[in-house]
């Protein structure tokens, strides 16, 4: 009777609560140069998206990856300025903690207005069948609800806002607010999500069908930092070393008498297509800016003598 009483008050401290996935979105000590410019774990070569009417020595220089690099500073419309964009960058930062991470450069207007700036990968971090973005890379599958964010960053007093970037299975991106900047040091910003239930008994809950519904994932966007129009402009330095979830499975890991996908393939066909529809959009985008740098002027006239008296 008591080995009852005890299997049944483990089975509702179980049902009464819910233990959390922890997973690492992107570690940017991952996302280092290799001997040929790029990060050969991230590698993409867009020239299949080209056309025909390229030249094998064009197509052969259309190709990037998440190499720390390519990343980009965006500006909003506003602080856009060609100064502003000209010299705010991202770099490779050498850490004597972490190895290489991921350095930003942000020059903000010195005008007392609100400034936006992101940093942003090079491309929309695909997701694709074979997981090659994960563990670490930029995706995380399987999300139900996110319980908390984590940045861990390195803060050299500035004031400003960091918001974490995250993009759902829908495509639909939502920011999170980390916290501000003003401290010394490696720190770890956090987000927690107030909305979250702890307690199951108090969510509301559904049956979904096992199969064939695709499995939920989060991929990341970047970073968002906001400049209050009250605080100094100019100058802004930041290093990232990496961004971390918690979240709640959207689907257990059971196992069953018949495995469905290997029957119907309804899930990788499913996958196949949406990782053909986002290559296709990355690789009209690159095509586009690999054309725009192609037609930049690259000549300068020779400063003029002066004149002898």
């Known amino acids: 009777m008591k080995r009852i009483l005890v299997l049944i008050a483990v089975a509702l401290v179980a049902v009464g609560s819910v233990i959390a996935e922890e997973a690492v979105l992107i570690d940017f000590t991952q996302l280092t140069v290799d001997s040929d410019g790029q990060n050969s774990a991230t590698f993409m070569d867009y020239a299949t998206s080209a056309g025909g009417s390229y030249t094998d020595d064009q197509k052969a220089a259309m190709k990037t990856s998440l190499a720390i690099t390519n990343w980009d500073v965006v500006f909003t419309a506003s602080s856009r300025r060609a100064e502003n964009v000209s010299i705010s960058r991202v770099e490779e930062a050498p850490s004597r903690q972490y190895g290489t991470v991921m350095g930003v450069r942000i020059h903000f207007p010195l005008e007392s207005w609100n400034s936006t700036a992101d940093i942003r990968p090079p491309f929309e971090i695909p997701y694709t069948v074979d997981g090659k973005f994960e563990d670490g890379k930029g995706v995380v599958r399987n999300v139900g609800i996110l319980k908390e964010v984590q940045v861990e960053v390195y803060g050299l007093n500035f004031p400003h806002a960091l918001y974490s970037l995250l993009i759902d299975e829908n495509g639909v991106e939502r920011e999170f607010f980390m916290g501000y900047l003003r401290f010394d040091g490696w720190g770890k910003l956090t987000w927690v999500n107030p909305a979250y239930v702890t307690d199951v008994r108090n969510r509301e809950l559904r049956l979904y069908p096992l199969y064939p519904a695709s499995t939920p994932f989060v991929k990341f966007g970047g970073f968002r930092i906001k400049r209050d129009a009250n605080n100094l402009g100019g100058d802004f330095i930041t290093y990232f070393k990496d961004v971390q979830i918690i979240y709640d499975k959207a689907v257990l890991d059971t196992e069953q008498d018949i495995d469905n996908e290997s029957v119907w393939s309804i899930i990788t ?19 586009l800016e690999y054309l725009e740098t192609q037609k930049q002027a690259t000549e300068s006239f020779t400063p003029a003598e002066a004149p002898v008296n």
């Open 269 to 287: 066909d499913r996958e196949a297509a949406r990782q053909k529809s986002e290559f296709e959009r990355f690789g009209e985008h690159q095509v």
